[in-house]
């Protein structure tokens, strides 16, 4: 399913029948916000784009790894 399938939504047209706004939900819109990385800062997008390009580079020692992480969060499973 697509985002654009996922919104509850409201269309309104214009008099020409085409169209012109949107109503959704508030909640439903700060999903869409999040889901879609639109509210990350200006250094968050930077991180991204950085680790996007470590991975293309096939830098792997810029990354933790699983293990790590659950070793640093103390799982034993």
């Known amino acids: 399913m ?3 399938e996922a919104l509850e ?3 309104l047209f ?3 029948g ?3 706004k949107v109503l959704i939900s508030y909640e439903k ?3 869409f916000i999040e889901a879609h ?3 990350l800062s200006d250094e968050e997008i930077a991180g991204v784009r950085e680790a996007q390009a470590d991975i293309k580079a096939g830098n792997w020692e810029a990354f ?3 293990e790590e992480v659950k070793r640093e969060f103390g799982c034993t499973e």
């Open 9 to 11: 939504k409201e269309i």
């Open 2 to 4: 697509s985002a654009v």
């Open 18 to 20: 085409e169209p012109s």
């Open 64 to 66: 933790v790894s699983h």
């Open 29 to 31: 819109f700060i999903d």
């Open 14 to 16: 214009n008099k020409e």
């Open 37 to 39: 990385g639109l509210d």
